[in-house]
């Protein structure tokens, strides 16, 4: 589209909306604080309003509270059907209300400045931006809340205590704060002590050490239902973040009774369900895939290998003492005719196997979540950000991120924007960090030896199974790189004050007295309990560490909102690089169409191709009734292209001389393209 007609579009939107501003004019004005999901939805329909030609506001459902999850469609001129499109989401968690807003940013950058940026009117031209910014509209009004409890789940009842009794046991502010800590209470049989370091802080005594626990710790409120279990059945009902099908868990009362039982979730697969043109799914989360790609489950498959058991391997023809593939051992299993007719698969192996859902990153997705995590870093090292990687947090079991890459099979990044700073320590020279170690090669890794590697996986908190020999024999077979275990020994908790070492939780203490001055942490002070009798109340206040302060937001969001819209313009672009018809003799002609990827990324995922979800791209050969197919088939299908790569196909043709052949490639997450030439 040309520059006159991006400024009669805006022209067009300006004059409907009633507005008399210039063109090129600055987003509206930044929030100074957190807004409400009323404040959210006005804001969302004044978008929609003043860029009229731009944006549509759309409902996808309503959540199980009664509330509606708006959703803003984003387009330049032209033909929206058939657009390959992006999908933003945020906020599923409620509480994350930082992303909400940088959500909603987003859409204000790209809405200002589709007719002053060049690459801005490029993408909206080309693709369509969907915008969720509230898909969890009942926990945010829970954020919202008189009393903070840090509890977001959605509208729905839920008997979390299975004693037949719906939410008869929640929070009650006893000291009336406005919020809800917890409450410690002196009792023989308690385990747990003041760290010695910073009293203020809790962890549990270590019975090695000879330490004797000295308190019980509850949450404030009292036992409602007499069963002496307190705050166990509180309002605050299903988190839909835990509510999606992939590697969903069962009988765990605030993910849902089952996948998909939830309306916010239903209306979310629905949504993408009936818009598969959606080739990138761009979320802001409480989630950092892009920082941890680590998965909360134990099982693996996709990009892992296997060994097989003896009795299969030997029937499969494969070694029992080695490691495969998934795809290594389906591909054996249906040479030898394992399945008798029916297609034997990877997800079928790796059921069969015992190995689970799919939950690590597909190895030929790696180089392009590897990009992304490169220029990610870079980004955040430019905004002076890069502590987000100290405590970036993985994938949870049931969320909608690994439903969008493992089963609807699209590119997925997850962001959290924000974290509590942790001051850096200086560290003795030769002691390995795990920042040292992202630096260093396989073979620079075992010349640390056994006594140096057990030293640091212990310091690291590793399992008592994740000895040195087991990781170095790991390392030297190819299975675990450097970076791969930096970044797993980085995400190991450790135990609060264990060998003198700082409580884990010290550096949001030293952030709360310093930059709150004392806001995020309620002193210990003693209370009259009705059950307990005397108790102290105090502890973290709730949702410290989820947002930043309102007036710190900008700096982050605008950060990722650049960032994400960088990611963007890496999208897969299909193009018919050549198309030329040859003469055979006679009526004869070879007819070669060569199909090109001039985008950064893969045309499918290799997790969309091993799940079955991606499309592979469809090509269709037109001929007219006086034109027959010698050879080739009418309708062809490329399961990929890679960046830069380019795929050819021929058929051979009857036709008179001068007549014209069509060819069309197409792929819902690609769009459509074609081209006619003629037989000379």
């Keep these: 589209m040309n520059r006159n007609r991006r400024f009669a579009i805006l022209s067009l939107s300006i004059f409907l909306a009633g507005g008399l501003a210039v063109f090129g004019q600055a987003p509206a004005a930044k929030a100074a604080a957190y807004r409400n999901p009323a404040e959210i939805g006005a804001a969302m329909k004044a978008l929609a309003g003043k860029y009229p030609a731009l944006a549509r506001l759309e409902t996808i459902g309503k959540s199980a509270g009664g509330r509606e999850i708006p959703i803003l469609r984003l387009a330049g001129g032209g033909k929206v059907e058939g657009r390959p499109a992006v999908l933003v989401s945020a906020n599923l968690e409620g509480g994350h209300v930082i992303g909400t807003e940088a959500a909603l940013r987003l ?11 060049k690459k801005i009117a490029a993408l909206l031209d080309a693709r369509t931006i969907y915008i969720a ?10 954020f919202f809340g008189a009393v903070k409890t840090g509890r977001f789940g959605n509208g ?9 009794a719906v939410d008869e046991d929640g929070f009650e502010d006893l000291n009336k704060d406005g919020k809800i800590t917890q409450m410690r209470v002196k009792d023989p049989e308690g385990r747990w002590i003041p760290d010695p370091k910073e009293p203020r802080l809790m962890r549990l005594a270590d019975s090695k050490k000879g330490e004797k626990g000295i308190y019980k710790i509850y949450s404030e409120g009292i036992d409602n239902d007499g069963d002496r279990e307190y705050n166990e059945d509180p309002a605050g009902g299903v988190l839909p973040n835990r509510n999606f099908p992939h590697d969903f868990e069962y009988l765990v009362k605030t993910a849902g009774l089952y996948p998909a039982s939830e309306p916010e979730s239903v209306a979310l697969l ?23 790609q680590q998965q909360t489950a134990q099982a693996k498959a996709g990009g892992d290998k296997v060994r097989v058991p003896k009795d299969l391997a030997q029937y499969v023809g494969l070694d029992p003492e080695k490691d495969y593939t998934l795809k290594e051992v389906a591909d054996a299993a249906n040479a030898a005719g394992l399945g008798g007719g029916m297609t034997i698969t990877e997800d079928m192996i790796a059921s069969f196997l015992g190995s689970g859902p799919a939950v690590q990153i597909d190895q030929a997705d790696q180089p392009v979540f590897e990009a992304a995590a490169k220029d990610y870093k870079d980004a955040l090292k430019a905004a002076k ?14 969320s909608f991120v690994a439903y969008a890459y493992y089963q609807f099979g699209v590119p997925v990044f997850s962001t959290d924007l924000w974290q509590i700073p942790e001051a850096k320590k200086e560290e003795p020279a030769d002691k390995i960090t795990a920042d040292k170690l992202k630096d260093m090669t396989n073979d620079q890794f075992l010349a640390l030896g056994e006594e ?4 640091f996986l212990k310091d690291a908190g590793a399992p008592p199974n994740m000895t040195a020999k087991v990781i170095m024999e790991a390392v030297k077979a190819g299975k675990l790189k450097t970076a791969q275990m930096a970044d797993m020994m980085a995400q190991m908790p450790k135990k609060p004050g264990a060998d003198g070492e700082d409580h884990p939780d010290a550096y949001k203490l030293q952030w709360s007295d310093t930059a709150l001055k004392g806001a995020g942490f309620a002193a210990w002070t003693p209370f009259k309990h009705p059950q307990l009798g005397d108790v102290e109340i105090g502890g973290f206040c709730p949702c410290l560490g989820l947002n930043p ?23 897969p672009v299909l193009e018919i690089s050549g198309l030329k018809a040859e ?50 088939q009418p309708t062809e299908t490329i399961p990929v292209i890679n960046s830069g790569e380019t795929t050819k196909l021929e058929w051979t043709i009857r036709a008179k001389k001068g007549s014209k052949v069509t060819v069309k490639a197409w792929a819902p997450k690609l769009g459509t393209v074609q081209s006619t030439v003629v037989m000379d």
């Design 156 to 164: 729905r009842p839920v008997d979390e205590d299975a004693d037949g």
């Design 270 to 292: 629905k949504f993408m369900d009936g818009h598969q043109e959606i080739a990138l799914v761009l979320n802001f989360s409480s989630e950092n895939t892009i920082l941890n």
């Design 385 to 398: 950000m890069e502590g987000l990687e100290k405590h970036a947090r993985g994938v949870g079991k049931g």
């Design 133 to 142: 910014p509230l898909l969890n509209p009942d926990g945010t009004e829970a």
């Design 107 to 117: 859409a204000e950058k790209l809405l200002a400045g589709y007719a002053q940026d």
């Design 452 to 455: 140096k590697i057990g030293a």
């Design 549 to 571: 302060p309102a007036a710190e937001m900008d700096a982050p969001i605008s950060a990722h909102v650049d960032f994400y819209l960088k990611l963007m313009g890496n999208l």
């Design 583 to 632: 003469f055979l003799g006679g009526d004869l002609y070879k007819v070669t169409a060569y199909f090109s990827n001039a985008g950064k990324w893969p045309t499918s995922t290799g997790q969309g191709r091993r799940a079955r979800t991606a499309w592979p791209i469809r090509v269709e050969l037109g001929l007219d009734k006086a034109q027959t197919l010698f050879s080739g």
